[in-house]
């Protein structure tokens, strides 16, 4: 049988986690149900946010402060591996989300509509 | 301090770097004289093999090469690692890649308008770059990166078409691209948060020791990299970018990514699934036999689908879902002639298809037809294509003396070895489904009378020009020399084989 | 229907990642498997080993370095892909 | 414990923020609100103690990602 | 019993004339004569060297080579042996071949494609003496792989809708076939580690993977054999063919698939096993409805090569009979018979292409007075049709009556009375053409003159004409000597 | 946007916004902050004073030409320094070891090459979110070269 008051309560403690699950699931879903392009866009835009606090969540250390050392002063820190590759995590999403939306106005030139499902109405009739 | 020496010490990165830099440098190049991209672009490959010449003498003659990147030993830094696997992914990414740039220089001027040509070069450069840190990294992170790089590029190389189904076609690969990376990258996070390493090795050796603390935590990494890698190398219910992309984007484009860039995801994923998760698991979870329910899926789905396509690289999308069912039957099948089938299949898939796809750009090059049913009768008209085309086709269905035969040889032994009866059906059975779609074509294009004799005019026939049939030929003859000595590259092979089991 | 299956496919995903999340190690407990050596040597020998004060800055620009490079690259290609793609049409 | 009520309402607003981006109709005002989800993603890192994302987000993520989404928008359509 | 000795004519039967097959091809460009030139003496040289093998075979030696080696570690290497069963067959495929390829000169000579024909023509037949000289199943399956997809152009030459149509179901049949002869191959080198044909029983323990094995098998060489309900293709297939090229499919390539049913019973299997199992059963059933099936459907059929393509299935199915029955008059008659319809076959579609070119008319019925217009051609078709139906001293009745010893020998009387029944068929469809011929009235052939066919044709259907006869019930009866020969090989198990 | 204020405001604003984006990419390796954060204030500013101009104005400022040659030393001048490494005989993107200037923690000046890789990455960044803004927003007829 299942503690779920000691499940609710690892949830509770574990809540960056949770949250960042949560929203993972919400950006997913948002990019692959909405026909809207853009809104896919935000959509993976959210999903990769969800993923890059879930990575920054596991560098967290309670009581640490960030990793810019005062010299001379000993205090605890935090991890600071997963802060740096989301770093580079954040520019890449970024350049994806770029190069996205350059394809959504190109395609929003050529077939006049953001909708996805329009879209591939368009090029059913035609084909 | 000679530059022999430098070559000897770092040619791991430098065969990436120059890439990148080559690539860094084409847009300057691009502005100031726009004719030398193409040669920019082939000096790179021919840099690249200095280094794959000087990595495979290594690695043959000192055993697996580690390469640290900034001075930082693994757990600190980034590690590259070049094992018989990555060599064998680097002999055959340089190889394709160069015989597709080759094809290109001439039919991209054709097919994209002459100012964006520059940039095409600098993607495809970036391309070839990445796929190769695929298949050298140790290091997580460092392969999401490079996983990035390759999407972002591919669709790239896509979209400069200026065709309307080129940029929705890359839309759609570029979102199903980011759900995969994202998949990847979760899982990385997952198993960065119980391991604490980013190295393949460190991570596999903490993940060993926690694995009967946190089980599901690596189950469920396992899934979404599963899910991630299966979308990017387009096995059956994730593959639904394939068909759109290579078959609206120019051909050299369709080529690498049909060809080489599906088959990297395969390999890096083989690496993991091999390397860093821990065998116990397994039993957990039947992995290895979902593995292998969504390869027969994959390679009867797709050899069915590719039945009713019309037009010709359509079909040839269609057929490269069925074929990296191959190689994951081969991964599933966890034997070592499993496994050597499987790996022997991405170098002769990527021969193969790249073929056909050359073959397919070269026809619609020299005539403008896309359709299979209007190919009727052109065979003697082109007879290097068409023969090109003929020799894919009988490798493609598994004819002895082509290379196809071979690795679905090993694929069947493996098989047995497995005591997996029903997959060997599966793969005769779509051999004989691909024998239902090629073989029309090539009956057709060579005994096929054209129809439109009678009042419309005859098909007009451009000549094929040196550096496109050039391309082909050799590819062609690597097929039948594979076919009938393929123990020159399954010497690499069954050594990456032996490392990984 | 479709809803109703996508609604489904995507419950169960997050059910399994909420099953899992009860199963993580404790967030911010500084006994977690992430906390090893190798926070620790970027934490002490960052400063003496790169110069640089923000730990942060000197595993991206030094310790993983080439990750940014592959950054950078990133960057260099989403223009280009952008330009590409906005040139070509 | 007034960190930790803190933090559960800025995860509150995080998923409010991202539900209401799925639902909202007229694409700016969805990507107003991504931006503020950006902001409060920005809070959450320096909670985190990770400044250096909170930096960046807040000049990429609320910043440059807004900016793009809505020059795209400007050149397409605002209506879904 | 002769030794081992290695040899490179196996090998060099195999590959010059697929070498030559370039040569060929780049000589056409100059002169279309010069390319005829090349084909026939290609063909002569071949045969030539198969016939050099003779001295040692005849001692009971085997030649052996190694060529190359594709994957050691899987048996899979390339090598090259011949012993007295594979002379027989290379013996005679590299003698028709050639009678065909002479024949061919003159026949073709007005066909469109030459430049095409030429080459896959001497291909064919090194891909088909690969099949025989070939030392161990991977090789055997490479030839007969290469052999069955190239004789598709062979099938398809007239380009027609009818042969295309057959051409695709040819080509589709070959592949199932040749799946399943590859799933034969792999089981048995995963059940038995080895597929070299030095060896003997190599399996012998019943499993359900060993029957799989032999199944596979039997569709795979049954399918090129025309065996019973894997026959389709070969009415559609061979009829459509030029002449020459049907001659040697009926003639030759059929055999093939027989040559590879003898190396599965007594090299993979043993006679042993495969009687204790009774899974040999499997094809006598098939052999007996092959017979009757393929005469019965004969006598229906109007179109002249329909009819002998129908023929053929009929007559395979005495060679499937004979090996199936596994007594040494039986196999001694089925070996002989391979011979037999070699000669017979080939030498009545050729004819049958002279009368097609001659006159333009395939249907029986339209033939009459025939003979008078050309007399070497229709007695030629004459004796090889008594052969056929099997008239004492023709070399029909020496394969049939021992066919028949051998069923007495194996105490089934039975299957007597289907080659009774089947030569009186045989005799009910071909003896109504020759009838016609001779004495039917003359119908539209007036504007045909008497004069028979050019003599590159002639001397292939005479040559082949007189083999059937001499070959008979004659003291000198050399492929008699060589089917013995190889009959004491098969049942004394020294393969 | 023809608005007298926004003029007025992002003509004070600009400059201090970029001044601030400098001081946050040079002490990346000192405080929080570095390459892209600074980078994209950097490139915020310019859209910003674009927009409250016009595009043209704005699109005068950075022209094409100068935005890919900027992009492209950016990231070329971070393999080179990388190249760097190898040249001294050590790896690449080898630091400390290679001999670049150290100084003292806590300098403006020091940490070798973190500073210079940042200096590169801050322009190249800049001038990236600014072309990529542009070409997203610029009207098909007037695109480029």
Redesign the interface.
């Known amino acids: 049988m299942i503690d779920f008051a000691d499940v609710a309560m690892r949830l509770f403690e574990n809540m960056y986690y949770l949250v960042s699950v949560i929203l993972f699931v919400i950006g997913f879903h948002t990019m692959l149900t909405h026909s809207n392009l853009i809104k896919k866009v935000i959509g993976m835009n959210i999903m990769d946010t969800a993923i890059f606090l879930f990575f920054v969540s596991t560098g967290y250390v309670q009581g640490g402060v960030a990793p810019i050392i005062e010299p001379g002063v000993e205090q605890a820190y935090i991890n600071p591996l997963p802060t740096a590759l989301i770093l580079t995590g954040i520019v890449v999403a970024v350049s994806v989300t770029a190069f996205a939306l350059s394809l959504v106005v190109k395609i929003y030139e050529h077939y006049g509509t953001l909708d996805a499902e329009e879209i591939m109405r368009i090029r059913s009739t035609e084909s | 301090m000679t530059f022999i020496n430098v070559i000897h010490a770092h040619s791991t990165v430098l065969l990436i770097v120059s890439f990148l830099l080559f690539s860094f440098l084409m847009p300057i190049l691009e502005r100031w004289k726009n004719s030398w991209c193409a040669t920019m672009a082939v000096a790179a490959h021919v840099l690249a093999f200095v280094f794959i010449g000087n990595l495979s003498w290594r690695v043959f003659t000192e055993g697996t090469i580690h390469y640290e990147l900034g001075g930082w030993s693994p757990p600190w830094g980034i590690e590259f690692v070049v094992d018989y696997l990555a060599l064998f992914m680097l002999i055959t990414i340089s190889t394709v890649s160069f015989l597709i740039l080759i094809f290109g220089t001439v039919d991209l001027t054709h097919e994209l308008k002459p100012k964006v040509l520059g940039l095409y070069y600098t993607l495809y450069l970036l391309l070839v770059g990445a796929m190769m840190g695929l298949a050298v990294t140790n290091d997580f992170f460092n392969m999401f990166v490079f996983m990035e790089i390759a999407a972002i590029s591919a669709c790239g190389i896509i979209s400069v078409k200026s065709d309307r189904e080129c940029v929705e076609a890359s839309f759609k690969y570029l979102m199903l691209s980011a759900v995969g990376t994202g998949c990847v990258l979760l899982s990385v996070a997952l198993l960065y948060m119980i391991g604490g390493h980013l190295n393949f090795a460190f991570a596999a050796a903490a993940i060993q020791d926690v694995a009967h603390i946190y089980p599901n935590n690596i189950l469920v990494a396992l899934a979404l990299f599963s899910v991630g890698f299966i979308v990017k190398a387009a096995l059956f219910p994730l593959h639904v970018w394939l068909p759109d992309a290579p078959s609206s984007a120019p051909s050299p484009s369709s080529a690498i990514l049909s060809g080489l860039v599906i088959k990297i995801y395969t390999v890096v994923y083989l690496k993991l699934l091999y390397k860093v998760f821990p065998i116990e698991l397994f039993d957990l979870l039947p992995v290895f036999d979902m593995i292998l329910i969504l390869s027969a899926l994959s390679i009867f789905f797709g050899s069915i689908f590719a039945i009713v396509q019309e037009d010709i690289k359509r079909m040839l999308a269609f057929s490269s879902i069925a074929q990296i069912g191959y190689v994951f039957l081969g991964i599933g099948l966890a034997n070592s002639t499993g496994l050597t089938g499987g790996l022997l299949h991405i170098f002769n898939h990527a021969m193969m298809k790249s073929m056909l796809f050359l073959s397919a750009g070269a026809i619609i090059y020299c005539t403008g037809i896309r359709k299979i049913d209007d190919l009727k009768g052109i065979g003697l008209k082109m007879p290097v294509v068409m023969g090109a085309f003929t020799i894919g086709a009988?490798a493609m269905?598994?004819?002895?003396?082509t290379n196809g035969f071979?690795s679905k040889?090993y694929l069947?032994?493996g098989t047995?070895?497995a005591n997996k009866?029903f997959y060997?059906a599966i793969i005769?059975i779509s051999?004989?489904l691909n024998?239902?779609y090629y073989?029309?074509i090539v009956?057709n294009a060579f005994?096929?009378?054209s129809e439109e004799e009678d009042g419309e005019e005859e098909i007009q026939v451009k000549k094929l020009p040196l550096r496109m049939s050039v391309p082909l030929i050799i590819l062609g003859a690597g097929c039948m020399i594979f076919g009938?000595?393929?123990?020159y590259i399954?010497v690499i092979i069954e050594r990456a084989v032996e490392m990984i089991l | 229907m479709r809803l109703i299956l996508t609604l489904i496919f995507l419950a169960m995903i997050a059910f399994v990642l909420v099953a899992t999340v009860a199963e993580m190690p404790t967030f911010g407990d500084p006994g977690n498997p992430t906390n090893n050596e190798v926070p620790q040597r970027y934490i002490e020998g960052a400063v003496e080993e790169t110069g640089a004060l923000n730990v942060i800055s000197s595993i991206i620009m030094d310790y993983r370095a080439f990750d940014t490079l592959g950054e950078a690259t990133v960057l260099f290609l989403a223009i280009i892909g952008a330009l590409a793609t906005l040139k070509a049409h | 414990m007034m960190a930790t009520i803190l933090d559960m309402l800025l995860l509150l607003f995080l998923i409010v923020c991202a539900i209401s981006v799925a639902r909202t109709r007229d694409l700016l005002s969805a990507i107003i609100i991504f931006a503020a989800y950006s902001l409060i993603m920005a809070v959450v890192w320096q909670q985190l103690e990770a400044p250096d994302i909170a930096i960046t987000e807040a000049a990429i993520g609320a910043g440059v990602t807004s900016l793009l989404l809505i020059a795209t928008i400007s050149k397409t359509r605002r209506e879904e | 019993m002769g030794e081992t000795t290695t040899s490179f004519l196996p090998v060099f039967v195999t590959l010059f004339p697929m070498l030559m097959t370039l040569a060929i091809y780049y000589v056409q460009k100059e002169s279309a004569k010069l390319r005829n030139k090349l084909s026939v003496i290609t063909s002569i040289i071949t045969f030539i060297a198969v016939a050099a093998m003779y001295p040692q075979i005849i001692r009971g030696d085997i030649l052996v080579f190694e060529l190359?080696?594709?994957?050691?570690e899987?048996g899979?290497v390339g090598t090259f042996r011949v012993d007295i069963l594979s002379f027989c067959l290379a013996l005679i495929s590299s003698f028709v071949w050639m009678l065909a390829t002479i024949y061919s000169i003159d026949y073709m000579s007005h066909e469109h494609a030459q430049n095409r024909y030429y080459p896959t023509l001497i291909f064919t037949l090194g891909a088909c003496l690969g099949i025989f000289v070939a030392g161990d199943f991977f090789t055997l399956?490479?030839f007969f792989?290469?052999m069955s997809?190239i004789s598709y152009v062979l099938v398809?030459h007239e380009?027609t809708e009818e042969a295309?149509k057959a051409?695709?179901k040819y080509?589709?049949m070959t592949?199932?076939g040749?799946?399943?002869l590859?799933?034969g191959v792999?089981?048995t080198?995963?059940l038995a580690g080895t597929v070299s044909l030095e060896h003997t029983g190599m399996i012998t323990t019943a499993s359900g993977?060993a029957f799989?094995t032999f199944i596979a098998y039997i569709i795979g060489f049954g399918m090129k054999a025309g065996m019973f309900p894997l026959h389709v293709w070969l009415p559609d297939a061979h009829p459509v063919a030029p002449a020459p090229a049907s001659a040697l499919l009926s003639g030759i390539m059929l055999k093939t698939g027989a040559y590879g049913l003898f190396r599965v019973f007594f090299n993979v299997f043993n006679v042993e096993f495969l009687q204790e199992t009774n899974w040999i059963f499997v094809v006598t059933v098939l052999a007996v409805i092959t017979i009757l099936l393929g005469s019965a459907v004969a006598i229906t059929q109007y179109d002249l090569k329909r009819r002998l393509a129908y023929s053929s299935i009929g007559q395979m199915g005495y060679v499937l009979l004979g090996m199936s029955l596994f007594t040494e008059a039986a196999i001694l008659g089925a070996i002989f018979h391979i011979f037999s319809h070699a000669f017979m076959k080939g030498c009545l579609f050729i004819c049958a292409g002279a009368i097609i070119v001659k006159t333009g008319k395939r249907d029986v019925r339209e033939l009459g007075g025939i003979g008078i217009k050309m007399p070497v051609t229709m007695i030629a078709f004459t004796t090889a049709s008594l052969a056929m139906i099997g008239i004492p001293p023709l070399n029909g009745f020496l394969s049939k009556w021992n066919l028949a010893l051998g069923a007495l020998d194996g105490g089934a009387p039975f299957y007597v009375v289907v080659l009774l029944i089947s030569s009186l068929m045989n005799g009910l469809y071909y003896l109504p053409i020759i009838i016609n011929a001779f004495f039917g009235e003359e119908v539209l052939h007036q504007e045909i003159k008497a004069d028979d066919v050019p003599f590159k044709m002639l001397l292939s259907i005479v040559v082949l004409a007189v083999c059937c006869l001499i070959f008979g019930v004659s003291p000198i009866n050399l492929p008699f000597d060589l089917s013995r020969m190889a009959t004491d090989l098969l049942i004394g198990g020294g393969i | 946007m023809e608005d007298l204020i926004v003029r007025m405001v992002s003509r004070i604003v600009v400059p201090f916004i970029q001044v601030y984006g400098f001081y946050v990419i040079l002490h990346g390796h000192l405080t929080p902050g570095g390459s892209f954060s600074g980078g994209a204030i950097l490139g915020s500013s310019m859209i910003l004073f674009a927009l409250a101009f016009n595009l043209e104005r704005g699109a005068k400022k950075l022209s094409h030409e100068t935005s890919t040659i900027v992009e492209c030393a950016g990231a070329g001048w971070f393999a080179i320094l990388g190249l760097v490494g190898i040249y001294m005989g050590q790896n690449f993107l080898t630091n400390k070891e290679a001999g670049f200037y150290m100084g003292a923690p806590g300098d403006l000046v020091s940490s070798g090459a973190i500073v210079l890789i940042t200096l590169g990455l801050g322009l190249k960044v800049a001038s990236t979110v600014v072309t990529l803004f542009y070409s997203l927003i610029e009207v098909e007829g007037d695109a480029h070269d």
């Open positions: 009988m269905v598994g004819i002895p003396t071979i040889l069947a032994l047995l070895d009866h060997l005769l051999s004989f024998c239902l073989f029309p009956i005994f096929g009378e009938i000595f393929p123990k399954l | 190359f080696e594709i994957i050691p899987m899979f399956f490479i792989e290469l997809v398809v380009e295309l051409g695709y080509i589709i592949i199932i040749g799946l399943a590859l799933l792999i089981n080198f995963e993977l799989a």
